[in-house]
């Protein structure tokens, strides 16, 4: 499974630019993006400067200082967002000085956050600012708007744990941008709608603010290679149709309140999407059995919502999964024997099915409660330790409300398990993507 391809050469050669001037990228593990980022350092120092323009700015220089006029032009725009400034507690502003922007590429310590190359539709020589960078810089200002969009060869913008806010500014006309990273800053308000037409962008990245409201459709179907939306207060459904084309290899939509089901459409995209977080929603409905198609998945979290069901015996056709986690939803039923082998013949490492109303596992699925990557507290297997009380499933297995059709078909060839009835001959085929309702599929 690769990520998708570049679409024309221009970004090829983009790519190969801004992932040479970007030393420090966004992290794509599991476990960071979820957990809380560091904190920002209490202490307040404004930029501190006692020069009359207030920003420690000094005169301009004349442009026959600056290595060419894209340059020249882009020292007024620096300046005029330094003055803007209210909080840089790390004095990485005062940095911000002279003609040299493109200092970082001479290994130089002017312009901290600032790296220039050749945009790829220019000669040699004309050198100019294609990334920023302002990762854990904690500088906080009133917007962006007026600075990010007045970088005409900008392909990246990283302003990870800082204090910015206001109007995410509109990108579309520059036209290599490809990747916004404005995770936890203070932005708020709705989507920033301006993203959605940035038809080259490969990640986007909004976690850990305070936006709100539904995300609209057509974010689910940007062509990036990661969408982060986790802790923010979006809400709303996961539209069905935009979720099933996403081209996202890396999707977390984690603690926020969204509501609805796992769109079915998630089998249109086995072999792209690697890792997904649906967890601390208000996800509802059935455990869809689409879920089981998606190959190459590796982690897959839907923990703390409210979602209903048996796990499908699709499943244990999730060979590449390492973790698994459904605790705290409402799923019931066994725990069967051909997900649980998955920890033998494939990758699976942590199954948590804690929380919710499973009434008994399999033999395999046994061992790995043993062997502690199968966690099934709080639940209501007779005999196990921790379970819920007795009134408390009964109850629930009496609410007819809560439960939901069960597919016994198993989308894939298991050796050792009794194979569907109407498997396709090989597993190569489109066929195996069908929703078959039929066949007998084995525990
Ligand atoms: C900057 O440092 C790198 C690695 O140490 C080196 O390869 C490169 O030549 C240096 N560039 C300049 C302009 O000094
Ligand atoms: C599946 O993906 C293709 C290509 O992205 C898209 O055109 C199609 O609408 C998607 N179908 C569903 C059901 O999501
Ligand atoms: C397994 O996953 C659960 C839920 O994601 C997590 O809370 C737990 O710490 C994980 N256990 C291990 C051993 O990684």
């Known amino acids: 499974m690769a990520l998708q391809a570049p679409a024309a050469p221009a970004r090829a050669l983009l790519l190969l630019l801004a992932f040479a001037v970007s030393a420090s990228s966004s992290t794509h593990s599991h476990s960071h993006l979820v957990s809380a980022p560091a904190p920002v350092p209490e202490t307040e120092t404004t930029t501190g400067s006692s020069s009359s323009d207030g920003c420690g700015c000094g005169p301009t220089p004349p442009p026959w200082d600056f290595e060419n006029q894209k340059l020249t032009a882009l020292y007024s725009v620096i300046q005029t967002f330094k003055r803007t400034i209210t909080s840089d507690p790390l004095g990485v502003t005062s940095t911000w000085v002279g ?4 200092d970082s590429a001479d290994n130089g310590t002017a312009y901290k956050g600032f790296f220039c190359d050749h945009p790829p539709d220019s000669p040699p020589g004309t050198r100019t600012v294609a990334s920023i960078d302002f990762n854990g810089f904690h500088l906080r200002a009133p917007t962006l708007a007026g600075f990010i969009d007045a970088f005409p060869d900008l392909a990246l913008f990283h302003a990870n744990s800082n204090s910015f806010s206001g109007n995410v500014p509109d990108l579309t006309g520059l036209p290599y941008f490809y990747e916004l990273d404005l995770s936890n800053n203070a932005f708020s308000g709705s989507f920033p709608d301006t993203v959605v037409p940035l038809g080259n962008l490969l990640f986007l990245d909004l976690r850990f603010n305070g936006f709100s409201g539904s995300v609209p459709a057509p974010v689910f179907a940007l062509s990036v290679e990661a969408l982060f939306l986790n802790n923010n207060g979006f809400s709303g459904d996961i539209p069905d149709s935009a979720f099933g084309s996403t081209t996202a290899e890396y999707l977390v939509v984690a603690n926020n309140q969204f509501t609805g089901p796992i769109p079915r459409s998630i089998f249109n995209v086995s072999g792209t999407l690697s890792e997904v977080l649906f967890l601390n929603n208000r996800f509802s409905g059935c455990l869809p059995y689409e879920i089981g198609l998606v190959e190459g998945l590796t982690v897959f979290d839907a923990g703390g919502n409210e979602i209903k069901g048996p796990i499908p015996l699709s499943f244990g056709c999730l060979s590449d999964v390492e973790q698994l986690n459904l605790a705290g939803n409402q799923l019931y039923g066994h725990v069967p024997d051909v997900l649980c082998a998955l920890a033998k013949t494939g990758k699976l490492g942590n199954l948590s099915l804690s929380d919710n109303y499973f009434h008994s596992v399999g033999r395999l699925c046994m061992e790995l409660v043993r062997s502690r990557v199968l966690d099934v507290k709080k639940n209501c297997i007779l005999g196990f330790p921790r379970q819920r009380p007795a009134m408390e499933c009964a109850a629930f297995y009496a609410d007819p409300s809560k439960h939901c059709p069960f597919i016994p ?7 050792g398990f009794r194979p569907p ?12 993507k069908t929703t078959g309702h039929g066949g007998g599929g084995g525990n």
């Not at 078909?409 to 050796?415: E, F, G, Y």
């Not at 009835?421 to 195996?432: H, Q, V």
């Open 99 to 102: 003609t040299k922007i493109c």
């Open 409 to 415: 078909h198993i989308p894939c060839d298991l050796p």
């Open 421 to 432: 009835a109407f498997a396709p001959p090989s597993k190569a085929l489109p066929a195996t």
